[in-house]
């Protein structure tokens, strides 16, 4: 068919056209997206390969519990061992156990005896890090639940902190960095300081939606966080001390500031407070440099039977229940029988989960971004990917 030559000049134009559309595409993104990801560092994997040893990339793991409650040993056996990973018990302690004498000065009695007891162990697990002189340990209470994808969690959760504290070296000590005294993992609400850089990681299909969050006794940040996103922030308060990671510093400070010289301290930090309450204090004040996860990494978990089999410091009531788990996506307890019985998928907490079905093995460390904070709104800074 022959063109007219009208019709060959309009061909021409819409070619001419299509042409520069073409390289508009191109070469548009170039001067935004790509130098914007690239301005940010990417860290080697190999360094966050440490967190997925025995001991979750800290020199050791303790567990607090009560002698008498066997039960709960099951438990914590039997998960970190599908979970890969090691602990050692710190023996919980019951109120008729202590003497009297050993209360610090200023404990506020208005506080039941089962939560001094409980910040007693807590305070035993400091003496136990600083006695035997680990550089760092995670502490955990016995009635936990996490992720069958922990140690993922903890490798992206690694990067997020290494970036807050500025760790672009090669060699850290920890593949957590080497500026910080905690890392709340394990909370029942944090208030994060947003008045300093946070980083957000994007893309996790582990981050729970917030309405499946417990109430939490803190504020949540006075932001948008996107969904599937989880924060790293700098420590303002803290409740809750279910799961966190100690420098062998910090231990010595903790049981300065809550046994050997609380005087000193106490205007600092009101100390007559449970543990985990005292521990807020010390984060808000900078007394420790804290840093930790929004939405919290681990959870909970109750077994099936009344409520009050829970917690060993406060009554709950006598109503049965089926096993259930809090706080975390993929529960490594409700999905024990999947995981012995070597399925490869595990399920969802909740029904209305992103993906309620998952290979753990598909799951992989995310990056993400530094933020801030400032008038108008939240603004991206550098991005720190794997
Ligand atoms: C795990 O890695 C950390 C950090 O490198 C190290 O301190 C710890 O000893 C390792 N634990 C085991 C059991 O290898
Ligand atoms: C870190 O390691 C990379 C590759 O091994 C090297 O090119 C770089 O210079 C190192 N950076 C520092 C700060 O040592
Ligand atoms: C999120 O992760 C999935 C798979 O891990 C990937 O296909 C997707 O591109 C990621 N999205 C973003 C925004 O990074
Ligand atoms: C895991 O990823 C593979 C491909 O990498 C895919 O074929 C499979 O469907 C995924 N499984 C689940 C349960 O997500």
Not at 265 to 278: H, M, N, P, T, Y
Request: aromatic share 10%; with cysteine; charged share 20%.
């Amino acid at each position: 068919m022959a063109l007219s030559t009208s019709q060959k000049r309009l061909a021409r134009l819409l070619l001419y056209a299509l042409g520069v559309i073409v390289i508009f595409l191109v070469l548009w993104p170039l001067p935004y997206d790509r130098p914007a990801v690239r301005r940010g560092s990417a860290e080697p994997r190999a360094r966050f390969d440490a967190i997925r040893n025995e001991t979750l990339g800290v020199q050791k793991i303790f567990v607090i519990n009560l002698p008498s409650r066997p039960d709960k040993r099951d438990n914590l056996v039997l998960g970190s061992s599908v979970s890969g990973f090691d602990f050692d018990w710190i023996d919980g302690v019951t109120p008729e156990e202590l003497n009297s004498k050993s209360y610090p000065f200023n404990w506020n009695y208005d506080h039941k005896a089962t939560e001094y007891a409980a910040r007693r162990a807590h305070v035993n697990a400091m003496q136990r890090i600083v006695k035997d002189r680990l550089g760092s340990a995670i502490v955990m209470e016995d009635d936990v639940d996490w992720d069958v994808t922990i140690k993922t969690q903890l490798q992206s959760f690694a990067l997020a902190v290494r970036a807050l504290q500025g760790t672009d070296q090669n060699a850290t000590t920890s593949p957590y960095g080497d500026d910080w005294d905690i890392l709340w993992l394990g909370h029942c609400g944090v208030l994060c300081q947003t008045d300093v850089p946070f980083f957000l990681s994007p893309n996790d299909s582990t981050v729970l939606p917030p309405h499946h969050y417990l109430p939490y006794w803190r504020d949540p940040p006075p932001m948008e966080i996107p969904p599937h996103t989880r924060m790293a922030c700098a420590v303002g308060d803290g409740v809750c001390s279910i799961v966190y990671a100690v420098s062998y510093h910090a231990a010595q400070k903790i049981l300065s500031a809550l046994s050997v010289n609380p005087a000193d301290l106490q205007e600092k930090i009101d100390i007559g407070a449970q543990f985990d309450v005292s521990l807020g204090r010390m984060c808000g004040n900078g007394y420790l440099r804290c840093f930790a996860a929004f939405p919290s990494i681990t959870g909970g978990y109750q077994p099936a039977g009344p409520w009050n089999k829970a917690s060993d410091i406060h009554d709950e009531n006598q109503d049965v229940h089926p096993a259930s788990s809090n706080g975390v996506m993929y529960s490594t307890m409700l999905n024990i029988n999947r995981l012995l019985g070597g399925e490869d998928n595990v399920v969802s907490t909740w029904d209305d989960a992103a993906v309620p079905v998952v290979n753990p093995a598909n799951i992989s460390m995310v990056g993400g971004a530094m933020h801030v904070l400032a008038e108008g709104g939240m603004y991206r800074l550098a991005a720190a990917n794997p």
